[in-house]
């Protein structure tokens, strides 16, 4: 049983913490100040997010996209073929990302996140860092597509950019590689598609390999899931009460992403909820494959709140340890 997170963390703390990233984008953008000391004031976040992410118990970590604008601005504008449209809604939330608009072939250009990961892998030390991308087919969802003629054939332009930056990772020896697919609850009819996706990314990647859902049911797929490629399936518990129904029949070749935490809503959970609901999952989810995480980024929340949500992850999870030794 591993403690861990889902991608994303809050940037800007509340008073009278100073909201130093916040001003430092507003004087770039100003000329004020130049890009390295931009770049300080990003180190700087990262550094402190993955500190209170350690002291509130979490055991696999992120780097808390410190420097992600959104889930697809941040991959599409390094990769060729792409431009960076207008605003759009990201899913039910009250968030919005530039939604990437695909005007040519789709290519790898440059290192996306590596440079991220070993940042934050060295202020980490020795708690691993998991790096995390958004998914091919969740990205292709999400994009205007101007150049292809179909979502299989975009989805499949996007995992074969996204297949380098994927070699990048595995040859630097990250351990853990979660890409995020909450498109594919949407759309569950491409399911095939996914499972090639995945079958094609494996081959690339010889750590622990996550796909992340959230926002949605996850039961359409209940009989399909084990045929992913890959070791690890997360699922939201929290947006949907009805995914519960899954882990009497969740697939024995995979670990479960457990998302038990409410990362939209403030109100907090107490360590003795947390030990009731990762007891529930133990009745049907052997120790040894359970990640125990919030429903899904914790960017949605005040930045202590988040905190507090975490330390009282650790705290359940822990009573649970303390009982079973």
């Not at 010889?206 to 899931?225: C, D, H, M, Q, W």
């Not at 699922?235 to 697939?251: A, C, G, H, Q």
Request: hydrophobic residues 35%; neutral net charge.
């Amino acid at each position: 049983m591993i403690i861990t997170v889902v991608d994303h963390y809050p940037k800007i703390p509340n008073p009278p913490r100073e909201a130093k990233l916040r001003k430092a984008i507003h004087a770039y953008d100003q000329g004020k100040i130049s890009k390295e000391e931009l770049e300080r004031v990003f180190d700087e976040v990262t550094k402190e997010v993955i500190e209170e992410q350690i002291s509130a118990g979490v055991e696999l970590i992120t780097d808390g996209q410190i420097r992600w604008e959104d889930g697809q601005s941040y991959i599409a504008k390094k990769l060729d073929g792409i431009e960076i449209g207008g605003l759009f809604r990201y899913f039910d939330n009250n968030t919005y990302y530039r939604q990437p608009v695909v005007v040519g072939k789709i290519k790898w250009r440059e290192p996306i996140i590596l440079e991220d990961w070993k940042r934050a892998q060295d202020f980490a030390k020795n708690v691993p860092v998991k790096a995390v991308l958004t998914g091919p087919y969740t990205l292709a969802r999400l994009s205007r597509d101007e150049y292809y003629k179909s979502i299989a054939e975009l989805s499949n332009a996007y995992t074969d950019a996204l297949i380098e930056e994927v070699k990048l990772l595995d040859k630097e020896g990250v351990k853990y590689l979660q890409f995020n697919e909450p498109s594919i609850l949407y759309y569950p009819e491409d399911f095939d598609l996914l499972v090639d996706i995945y079958n094609r990314i494996r081959r690339y990647f010889s750590g622990n390999l996550a796909i992340y859902t959230y926002f949605y049911t996850v039961l359409p797929l209940r009989k399909e899931i084990s045929r992913l490629n890959i070791d690890t399936f997360g699922i939201d518990f929290v947006s949907r009460k009805e995914n519960f129904e899954i882990l009497r029949d969740f697939p024995k070749n995979l670990a479960l992403g457990y998302g038990i935490v409410d990362a939209r809503n403030t109100k907090l959970e107490t360590p003795e909820q947390i030990k009731s609901l990762v007891e529930k999952a133990l009745e049907y989810v052997p120790e040894e494959r359970l990640f125990v995480n919030p429903s899904c980024g914790l960017e949605y929340l005040p930045r202590e709140r988040a905190y507090e949500k975490l330390v009282n992850l650790a705290k359940g999870v822990n009573l649970v340890r303390g009982e079973r030794r």
